[in-house]
């Protein structure tokens, strides 16, 4: 089955420093790749995604590239503020069938004012 | 829009007690659901998911056990309940059309004493 590796498990940044998440899966059928922010005590939420047609997405400071020939993926979050302090979680799925996702391990990132 | 609800938001239950959590979504239908169990500062564990009503597959074989009574209700269960079964437990749901986002819901905090 698929196995995503995410490093690091934890990153401190300062503020207005820029912050990256990098993940590694194992299953070249892999097509679907989001990243989750979950904070303390709630659930995990979707902030981006990327598709295996697409090598790089942006949404105003958070942007996520993709490599599917060394299959890696990353998160990028430029100019951190201490919101943006939290767990991320990277994920793979083949996006058919059951959408099961494949998670990561988590990294947990905190922004020094 | 669709809204993933879970209830309660936090238990403490003693051994060997049942367990019940429920999960509902609003504003869609046939969704894929799961349960994921998350240990302190630890990652997504998936224990369950559904395609449909009465359709269960289990992940990891353990004193748990889910239920899926109607489309957008999910249920999580125990006869027995054990000092392991402690965590964080999300409910998500995936569309069935593209991009098969998946969404967590709030999840329920269970201590086991």
């Known amino acids: 089955g698929e196995n995503v590796e995410q490093h690091p498990s934890t990153l401190s940044v300062q503020e207005g420093d820029s912050a990256v998440i990098k993940c590694t899966y194992s299953d070249s059928a892999s097509n679907y790749f989001p990243w989750y922010k979950q904070e303390l005590g709630k659930g995990p939420q979707l902030i981006i995604d990327i598709r295996s047609n697409v090598g790089e997405k942006k949404d105003q400071r958070i942007a996520v590239t993709l490599n599917k020939t060394a299959k890696h993926f990353s998160l990028h979050i430029t100019e951190t503020q201490p919101e943006d302090s939290a767990v991320y979680f990277c994920a793979a799925s083949k996006g058919a069938g059951s959408y099961q996702l494949t998670f990561g391990k988590g990294t947990k990132l905190s922004v020094i004012p | 829009s669709q809204t993933i609800h879970q209830w309660p938001a936090t238990l403490v239950q003693p051994v060997g007690s049942p367990l019940s959590l429920e999960c509902t979504v609003e504003g869609t239908s046939n969704p894929n659901l799961y349960w994921y169990r998350q240990a302190a500062g630890r990652g997504l564990q998936l224990l369950f998911y559904s395609v449909?009503?009465?359709?269960?597959?289990?992940?990891?074989?353990?004193?748990?056990?889910?239920?899926?009574?109607?489309?957008?209700?999910?249920?999580?269960?125990?006869?027995?309940?054990?000092?392991?079964?402690?965590?964080?437990y999300l409910c998500a749901w995936v569309r069935d059309y593209l991009p098969y986002e998946q969404y967590f819901g709030p999840g329920t905090r269970l201590t086991v004493t």
């Open chain 2, 52 to 88: 449909g009503i009465g359709q269960i597959s289990s992940e990891v074989p353990q004193n748990l056990s889910a239920s899926r009574p109607q489309d957008r209700q999910f249920i999580l269960s125990s006869k027995k309940l054990l000092l392991s079964d402690s965590g964080f």
